[in-house]
T-cell receptor
Framework: AQKVTQAQTEISVVEKEDVTLDCVYE???????LFWYKQPPSGELVFLIR??????QNEISGRYSWNFQKSTSSFNFTITASQVVDSAVYFC??????????FGAGTTVTVRA | DTEVTQTPKHLVMGMTNKKSLKCEQH?????MYWYKQKAKKPPELMFV???????INESVPSRFSPECPNSSLLNLHLHALQPEDSALYLC??????????????FGPGTRLTVL
């Protein structure tokens, strides 16, 4: 069975603070893909990153960074120097060699000015 | 063009109405998806089309009827819906439904209210 856990339901920060979103997954497969999506209040799910199970390199894209650790089955996401526009629900998701995305419950991030 | 478009943005319908949701992508993707999302929940997969053929139906009631007229278009026909069907309906596409090309790109969604 595959499962994604986002233990943090809501996070509230003041602008310019860093925020880290936790994602822990369960799988017995050796080949899998991990994703992060952002859903702002407008509703559209915005693709942020995909990572495959063979690539444990961390990644940085502007103010966003991701830390993938297979040893702890975690794929955490950090927003550095948060901005009001970062306010959204963030979903972590897992898939295998097929169509099905298993989403975590989501973490609502509120950035206050 | 990396966009998935959906119309309408909002839809209010009665339980006896027939309506359709439309989705379009011009990225040359061969897999398209319908999801349903209730408030404060993650999206739930409803249907998957692969190469214009329905490949997955996640036990969705027959009052929801998908259609893929061509590789760029996906419709969801609605008939005799119930108030509990009120939700955000999201369309997505990916280059393929399997393998390394399965990252899905989502449209803005249609907010459906059933009275």
């Amino acid at each position: 069975a595959q499962k994604v856990t986002q233990a943090q339901t809501e996070i509230s920060v003041v602008e310019k603070e860093d925020v880290t979103l936790d994602c822990v997954y369960e799988t017995r497969d050796t080949t899998y893909y991990l994703f992060w999506y952002k859903q702002p209040p407008s509703g559209e799910l915005v693709f942020l990153i995909r990572r495959n199970s063979f690539d444990e390199q961390n990644e940085i894209s502007g103010r966003y960074s991701w830390n993938f650790q297979k040893s702890t089955s975690s794929f955490n996401f950090t927003i550095t120097a948060s901005q009001v526009v970062d306010s959204a629900v963030y979903f972590c998701a897992l898939s295998f060699n097929d169509y099905k995305l298993s989403f975590g419950a989501g973490t609502t991030v509120t950035v206050r000015a | 063009d990396t966009e998935v478009t959906q119309t309408p943005k909002h839809l209010v319908m009665g339980m006896t109405n027939k309506k359709s949701l439309k989705c379009e992508q011009h990225m040359g993707h061969r897999a398209m998806y319908w999801y349903k999302q209730k408030a404060k929940k993650p999206p739930e997969l409803m249907f998957v089309y692969s190469y214009e053929k329905l490949s997955i139906n996640e036990s969705v009631p027959s009052r929801f009827s998908p259609e893929c007229p061509n590789s760029s278009l996906l419709n969801l026909h609605l008939h005799a819906l119930q108030p509990e069907d009120s939700a955000l309906y999201l369309c997505a596409s990916s280059q393929d439904s399997q393998g390394a090309y399965n990252e899905q790109f989502f449209g803005p969604g249609t907010r459906l209210t059933v009275l």
